[in-house]
């Protein structure tokens, strides 16, 4: 998350009231906030056993009346009171007014028509976040959150009892407790404190790959070759070597001829590849392609109270590879997408995922790419899950895609620069019309408040809501590392991920003449376009035998149960069926 206000001692602030709102004269609305939590040292996870969060659903609307309430407060009200289970995001705010008779919230079956958090750094996004998972969590819905910033993780530990968070849940009517949720804690490749998650070559597919290597749309369809060959070779790719491999074989002149029916692969394009990949590695990339490969399904489960898991995955270890772990968020989604059968409409989703940074999966992005992306969001909503898009302006996401987004919760915008406000204008035309003058109203908003329009459980866009959200009950701050770390360790998933496997294969076994060859082929490639000339000795082969008597293929046909000639079917995103 960017708010970069939210650290262990301000924590509290940042979704319990921080900096102050906006001052007289400003739009209705747009009211001062509450001052942040007091500093302390987080306490330790405990076990996630608080009677007060296994409450199934949350509590029905509070009644309102049109007598008591502003008018337009009042239409606000009733377009916010549903009649099925609701998450609870706060109250309404006008003419710097908090109204808690006037909850603004969001129907349960509709967290999986998708969503959108935006605002600017230090608005809070941090917690609305966490607020919003602890309910989902509550009702039985497992949820994925990526932790830019390490400081998720204190949703695991209850929060701290202080009189700003008292005033905080007095403004916006609600009974704050204390609570801890489950939570399972991964890190990419384990760089960092998490069970690890790893993808192999082969699962993560050419499309992905080529928008971590930022490969250009003539080198992503060469790498689409390269997979292609081996897919239908039923060659398991499982880490970064065995692609290099496969690639320095394909433009050997033993290789060649196994392309040329369909395009080839030229030596400059397999050489801008395979820089790519070995400027990759040496980024420590490597941990993140082998085995054992992440089983997605592990984000589904629930806790034994029945709440929904809370899957945080810590990524601050990686904060230098941005392409890397918002690609791999992408390959986690598409992975769910495969596996997951058809559920259609149900009354609550079966995983809200929500996708922080997410301009950083859409910078740079290839017309393909933004396709896949799109249909994707598009279908995965028929599988049970909701997709959160999470970054500063509504901008940083492609109008195809923002379009899919039902649910919005908007923090306030900064209008510095002329493209500032530029942004901010194109902001306020995608909401709803309404009584608010959301242009002042978005600039002037305090901490811990923002924008929300929501689906109603008809479907319909609810009435804009300018909101001050509630507290979290949970720790805004991150828990001391050693005791995540303790957490980590005593999960039943780090045995089972925690060591990476290199499987014993012909790789390993080939001889020296044999791995020294083919270096020197791959290190031809790298320095220049002239492919080496054919080893002596094979002269008289014929080129099925010079393919099977090569080491890459050898090393490559190393599976247990691969058979050769089975082709492996690739999916909307290129990642591979299972």
């Given at each position: 998350?960017?708010?970069?206000?939210?650290?262990?001692?301000?924590?509290?602030?940042?979704?319990?009231?921080?900096?102050?709102?906006?001052?007289?004269?400003?739009?209705?609305?747009?009211?001062?906030?509450?001052?942040?939590?007091?500093?302390?040292?987080?306490?330790?996870?405990?076990?996630?056993?608080?009677?007060?969060?296994?409450?199934?659903?949350?509590?029905?609307?509070?009644?309102?009346?049109?007598?008591?309430?502003?008018?337009?407060?009042?239409?606000?009200?009733?377009?916010?009171?549903?009649?099925?289970?609701?998450?609870?995001?706060?109250?309404?705010?006008?003419?710097?007014?908090?109204?808690?008779?006037?909850?603004?919230?969001?129907?349960?079956?509709?967290?999986?028509?998708?969503?959108?958090?935006?605002?600017?750094?230090?608005?809070?996004?941090?917690?609305?976040?966490?607020?919003?998972?602890?309910?989902?969590?509550?009702?039985?819905?497992?949820?994925?959150?990526?932790?830019?910033?390490?400081?998720?993780?204190?949703?695991?530990?209850p929060g701290q009892d202080n009189a700003k968070v008292r005033e905080r849940a007095g403004q916006v009517g609600q009974a704050w407790e204390a609570a801890a949720?489950?939570?399972?804690?991964?890190?990419?490749?384990?760089?960092?404190?998490?069970?690890?998650?790893?993808?192999?070559?082969?699962?993560?597919?050419?499309?992905?790959?080529?928008?971590?290597?930022?490969?250009?749309?003539?080198?992503?369809?060469?790498?689409?070759?390269?997979?292609?060959?081996?897919?239908?070779?039923?060659?398991?790719?499982?880490?970064?070597?065995?692609?290099?491999?496969?690639?320095?074989?394909?433009?050997?002149?033993?290789?060649?001829?196994?392309?040329?029916?369909?395009?080839?692969?030229?030596?400059?394009?397999?050489?801008?590849?395979?820089?790519?990949?070995?400027?990759?590695?040496?980024?420590?990339?490597?941990?993140?392609?082998?085995?054992?490969?992440?089983?997605?399904?592990?984000?589904?489960?629930?806790?034994?109270?029945?709440?929904?898991?809370?899957?945080?995955?810590?990524?601050?270890?990686?904060?230098?590879?941005?392409?890397?772990?918002?690609?791999?968020?992408?390959?986690?989604?598409?992975?769910?997408?495969?596996?997951?059968?058809?559920?259609?409409?149900?009354?609550?989703?079966?995983?809200?995922?929500?996708?922080?940074?997410?301009?950083?999966?859409?910078?740079?992005?290839?017309?393909?790419?933004?396709?896949?992306?799109?249909?994707?969001?598009?279908?995965?909503?028929?599988?049970?899950?909701?997709?959160?898009?999470?970054?500063?302006?509504?901008?940083?996401?492609?109008?195809?895609?923002?379009?899919?987004?039902?649910?919005?919760?908007?923090?306030?915008?900064?209008?510095?620069?002329?493209?500032?406000?530029?942004?901010?204008?194109?902001?306020?035309?995608?909401?709803?019309?309404?009584?608010?003058?959301?242009?002042?109203?978005?600039?002037?908003?305090?901490?811990?408040?923002?924008?929300?329009?929501?689906?109603?459980?008809?479907?319909?866009?609810?009435?804009?809501?300018?909101?001050?959200?509630?507290?979290?009950?949970?720790?805004?701050?991150?828990?001391?590392?050693?005791?995540?770390?303790?957490?980590?360790?005593?999960?039943?998933?780090?045995?089972?991920?925690?060591?990476?496997?290199?499987?014993?294969?012909?790789?390993?076994?080939?001889?020296?003449?044999?791995?020294?060859?083919?270096?020197?082929?791959?290190?031809?490639?790298?320095?220049?376009?002239?492919?080496?000339?054919?080893?002596?000795?094979?002269?008289?082969?014929?080129?099925?035998?010079?393919?099977?008597?090569?080491?890459?293929?050898?090393?490559?046909?190393?599976?247990?149960?691969?058979?050769?000639?089975?082709?492996?079917?690739?999916?909307?995103?290129?990642?591979?069926?299972?």
């Amino acid at each position: 998350m960017t708010d970069s206000d939210d650290t262990p001692g301000a924590a509290g602030g940042a979704a319990a009231g921080g900096t102050p709102g906006a001052e007289s004269g400003v739009a209705p609305g747009a009211a001062p906030g509450a001052a942040g939590a007091a500093d302390a040292p987080p306490p330790p996870p405990v076990p996630p056993a608080t009677p007060s969060a296994t409450t199934p659903a949350a509590p029905p609307a509070v009644a309102t009346s049109s007598v008591s309430l502003p008018a337009p407060v009042a239409a606000i009200a009733t377009g916010y009171s549903f009649t099925g289970p609701a998450l609870e995001l706060g109250a309404v705010l006008w003419d710097g007014r908090c109204h808690a008779d006037a909850p603004v919230r969001i129907p349960l079956a509709m967290l999986n028509r998708h969503g959108l958090v935006a605002g600017a750094t230090g608005t809070g996004k941090t917690k609305t976040l966490q607020l919003i998972a602890e309910q989902l969590s509550a009702n039985g819905v497992p949820v994925f959150l990526a932790d830019v910033k390490g400081d998720l993780s204190g949703i695991s530990a209850p929060g701290q009892d202080n009189a700003k968070v008292r005033e905080r849940a007095g403004q916006v009517g609600q009974a704050w407790e204390a609570a801890a949720f489950p939570c399972e804690f991964y890190a990419l490749g384990g760089i960092g404190t998490g069970v690890p998650l790893r993808a192999t070559v082969t699962g993560f597919g050419p499309v992905l790959l080529s928008k971590v290597l930022q490969l250009n749309q003539t080198q992503e369809q060469s790498l689409g070759l390269i997979f292609h060959y081996a897919d239908s070779k039923g060659l398991e790719l499982y880490d970064l070597k065995d692609l290099k491999a496969v690639t320095g074989f394909l433009v050997s002149d033993v290789g060649k001829p196994e392309l040329k029916g369909i395009g080839g692969l030229s030596s400059a394009t397999a050489g801008v590849i395979l820089r790519a990949i070995t400027t990759f590695e040496q980024q420590g990339a490597a941990e993140f392609f082998g085995e054992p490969e992440f089983d997605v399904t592990e984000l589904l489960r629930a806790a034994p109270d029945g709440r929904g898991l809370v899957s945080v995955l810590e990524l601050p270890a990686v904060q230098d590879k941005p392409q890397l772990y918002s690609t791999f968020l992408m390959w986690l989604l598409a992975e769910l997408f495969n596996r997951l059968p058809e559920v259609g409409d149900v009354d609550r989703p079966k995983l809200v995922f929500f996708f922080d940074e997410a301009h950083l999966l859409f910078s740079g992005a290839s017309k393909a790419f933004l396709e896949s992306i799109t249909q994707t969001v598009r279908l995965i909503r028929s599988k049970g899950v909701g997709v959160f898009f999470v970054t500063q302006t509504p901008k940083d996401v492609p109008g195809d895609v923002l379009a899919q987004l039902g649910n919005r919760v908007q923090h306030a915008l900064r209008a510095f620069t002329p493209d500032d406000a530029k942004a901010l204008k194109a902001t306020v035309r995608t909401f709803p019309k309404s009584p608010y003058d959301l242009e002042s109203t978005l600039t002037g908003l305090g901490t811990g408040e923002a924008v929300v329009t929501v689906l109603s459980e008809g479907g319909a866009p609810t009435p804009v809501a300018v909101t001050r959200l509630r507290a979290p009950g949970s720790l805004m701050g991150p828990v001391p590392s050693e005791d995540l770390d303790r957490v980590v360790k005593s999960s039943l998933l780090y045995g089972r991920y925690a060591e990476a496997v290199d499987r014993e294969s012909a790789f390993e076994k080939l001889s020296v003449e044999e791995r020294e060859r083919e270096a020197e082929v791959v290190g031809a490639v790298l320095e220049t376009p002239k492919a080496p000339s054919a080893p002596k000795g094979r002269a008289d082969k014929s080129l099925a035998e010079q393919v099977v008597g090569s080491g890459i293929f050898r090393s490559l046909a190393r599976s247990v149960g691969t058979q050769l000639g089975r082709e492996i079917s690739r999916s909307l995103f290129g990642t591979r069926r299972r």
